[in-house]
């Protein structure tokens, strides 16, 4: 199991958070994290929720030779986690039964969305779409619609959680325009970033996956692994 490709690249893992072999990692878990689960009222997000992390750990372990109890995972201002000490940056996503994470050699952010959760009344969450996105919607039908907006959130959110703030900033403030070289985003803040690119990752239908990597043009591949193919890595590695 390749984990780890070089920090020249971005590598991005799925995951099935319905895989009840995840379980086994429970032990690597600290007191904070289960907390934070307990703090879940859906049983179902609670589990789905501590077996993201259970998988964040066994792959972060992989990738830098460290038992995934010993990873100190901490929290930036806004929720993003890191490491310290450690090369390369990494982010997690998970909806539904699924986990995303993203390993790179410059700040990354990563969500994935379904689009299920969006449901059909779609007119509430165009409070995200800046005019020029509107005008992209504006000849789409519903189920075309659901699936472009459920992109552009992803976009969005994805560059968002590269500079570590979340939806700290106004989403009308960030513009994602198509040109020669694909997607990209435009923050319009006042003292607001250049252009950066953005990556749309292959993802299961009805799904959808974007990537961006703060000062980079990436491609990114996506790489399914289970519990069981991480559970062997890490005991074959004696981590």
């Keep these: 199991m390749s984990l780890w490709p070089g920090l020249a690249t971005c590598q991005v893992w799925q995951v099935s958070l319905d895989d009840e072999a995840w379980d086994q990692g429970n032990g690597w878990l600290s007191a904070e994290e289960w907390q934070g689960f307990e703090r879940l009222k859906v049983l179902e997000h609670q589990r789905r929720s501590r077996r993201a992390r259970i998988a964040l750990r066994g792959l972060l372990g992989l990738a830098w030779g460290l038992a995934p109890q010993r990873l100190l995972l901490q929290r930036g201002p806004f929720g993003k986690p890191w490491v310290h000490g450690v090369p390369g940056h990494f982010n997690l996503s998970h909806s539904g039964g699924l986990a995303w994470l993203a390993l790179g050699p410059e700040p990354v952010g990563l969500d994935g969305e379904s689009e299920a959760l969006l449901g059909d009344d779609l007119a509430g969450l165009m409070d995200i779409v ?22 552009l959130w992803t976009q969005k959110e994805a560059y968002c959680k590269a500079l570590g703030l979340g939806f700290q900033i106004n989403p009308l403030q960030l513009c994602v325009k198509a040109d020669e070289g694909g997607d990209a985003v435009r923050d319009e803040r006042p003292g607001g970033a250049v252009a950066h690119r953005l990556c749309s990752l292959p993802a299961p239908a009805g799904h959808a996956l974007s990537l961006c990597v703060l000062g980079r043009t990436v491609t990114g591949r996506v790489q399914p692994t289970d519990a069981k193919q991480t559970l062997s890595a890490l005991a074959a590695a004696r981590l």
């Design 130 to 151: 800046c005019h020029a996105e509107e005008r992209q919607a504006a000849p789409l039908d519903l189920a075309q619609r659901r699936r472009w907006f459920c992109r």
